[in-house]
Structure formats: C-alpha cells, structure tokens
C-alpha cells in the first residue's frame, strides 16, 4: 500500500509565499498522476493541481501556484507564492495509479493565511 506525508504547512501572510512536500513510499515515474486538493471548513475538496505528462491547475490558483516532481525523491511540491486569505484550507496529496485505478490520500497540511 502506497503511502503519503506531506508537510511544509502553515501560517503565512497575504501575499506570502509556502511550499508543500508530499513523499511518497512507492514510485512516481509512471502510470502515476499526482495532484493536490484543498478543503475549506464546511466546503467540498477541490482539485488545486495535478500533474503526470501535463500540469494542470484551478483557475483560481494558476499563476500564483506552482506543481513539480523529483522523480529520483518520490516526492511533488506545490510552491504556493502571492497567498490570499481564500487559500486557507486543509491541503491534501494524492496519489492516483492509471493502471491499476486506484488511489490513496494524504493525511492533510493545514494552510493557513491570516495578517
């Protein structure tokens, strides 16, 4: 069973920058899209960003937020820079495995973004 750790949660100011980490137990190489998600207080869990062979990224965040991999680590980031009040949620990694369709979460790095 994969498994996920993510940190580099925490307070930032608007405007702030943070980076989160999601070390993962298996391989990433292939077959394996990874993304981050978000859940805000009483809100559903949205997609923040993702990538496999594209990256892609909610309008909400693109431009400010940045996904990348270090295949040789099993780890992804998401660099989050210019940080607004509305990017305070509890942020999750996932993995997803195209082969065998199936997928596991993180446990969640609390954001949050307050002056």
């Known amino acids: 069973q994969v498994q996920l750790v993510e940190s580099g949660g925490g307070l930032a100011q608007p405007g702030g920058s943070l980076r989160l980490s999601c070390e993962v137990s298996g391989s990433i190489r292939s077959m394996v899209t990874m993304s981050w998600w978000r859940q805000r207080p009483g809100n559903q869990r949205d997609m923040v960003a993702s990538?496999?062979?594209?990256?892609r990224y909610a309008p909400s965040v693109q431009g400010r937020f940045t996904i990348s991999r270090d295949d040789n680590k099993n780890t992804i980031y998401l660099q989050m820079n210019n940080l607004k009040s509305e990017d305070t949620a509890l942020y999750f990694c996932?993995?997803?495995?195209?082969?065998?369709?199936?997928?596991?979460w993180g446990q969640g790095t609390q954001v949050t973004v307050s002056s």
């Open positions: 990538i496999n062979t594209a990256l």
């Open positions: 996932r993995y997803y495995n195209l082969e065998s369709r199936s997928g596991v």
